[in-house]
């Protein structure tokens, strides 16, 4: 079937990085988009940006330009979200989500999120 | 930055329609979703292109849009609708994702 696995739990420290890993199965890899959307402790949604798996192009959120790189390996069917200069203000549960490229059918599978907490 | 902007609650009895709005300047010109989002959940898409149902969604929900504004109309609400609701859409060039605030639907 298809899914997006994410990986456990992260605790990371104030400017150090963060990298998580969000496995495809189930579909053609890169025939979807891969977006990042994170949610702070009682918060909303927020979009951060998108990788398209076929060429590797990336499109950040002003927001997170220059601290925010999105990766892909099609050998696994994985793609990568590394975010630099971490604050506590980066502490949110980090979900990926798919949306198949050229078609507007929205995020319509989810992985099950990713929990970074940042604390020194 | 681009925003969307939805009224932060609504309350709404077991059976009565329940509707949430959300506001955008480029939503006339960008194709807008919904999503649901149940506590300790990831969310799940409920609506797609304005006012398409992604398969196994129920009938009862359902989409519109009127000029700058689109509208999640809930039909017969249940108590399993109690749930989170965001909706999500891009900015006038198409290049920017942007959700809205969130609206928490409680079922009273």
């Known amino acids: 079937q298809v899914q997006l696995v994410q990986s456990g739990a992260e605790v990371t420290k104030p400017g150090a990085s963060v990298k998580v890993p969000c496995k495809a199965s189930?579909?053609?890899?890169?025939?979807?988009?891969i977006h990042w959307v994170r949610q702070a402790p009682g918060q909303g949604l927020e979009w951060m940006g998108l990788?398209?798996?076929?060429?590797?192009?990336?499109t950040y959120a002003q927001k997170f330009k220059g601290r925010l790189t999105m990766t892909r390996d099609t050998s696994t069917s994985t793609v990568y979200m590394d975010l630099s200069s971490l604050t506590s203000e980066d502490t949110a549960v980090y979900y990926c989500?798919?949306?198949?490229?050229?078609?507007?059918?929205?995020?319509?599978?989810w992985g099950q999120g990713t929990t970074v907490t940042v604390s020194s | 930055s681009y925003d969307l902007t939805q009224p932060p609650s609504v309350s709404v009895s077991p059976g009565q329609t329940a509707r949430i709005t959300c506001s955008g300047d480029?939503?006339?010109?960008?194709?807008a979703y919904w999503y649901q989002q149940k506590a300790g959940q990831a969310p799940v898409l409920v609506i797609y292109?304005?006012?398409e149902r992604p398969s196994g969604i129920p009938e009862r929900f359902s989409g519109s849009r009127s000029g700058t504004t689109v509208t999640l109309t809930i039909s017969g609400v249940q108590a399993e609708d109690e749930a989170d609701y965001y909706c999500?859409?891009?900015?006038?060039?198409?290049?920017?994702?942007?959700f809205g605030g969130g609206t928490k639907m409680t079922v009273l």
């Open positions: 989500a798919r949306d198949e490229v050229g078609y507007p059918y929205g995020m319509d599978v």
């Open positions: 990788i398209n798996p076929s060429g590797g192009r990336t």
């Open positions: 189930g579909y053609t890899f890169t025939s979807y988009y």
């Open positions: 292109k304005d006012n």
């Open positions: 999500q859409s891009a900015d006038s060039s198409g290049t920017y994702r942007v």
């Open positions: 480029a939503l006339p010109k960008q194709d």
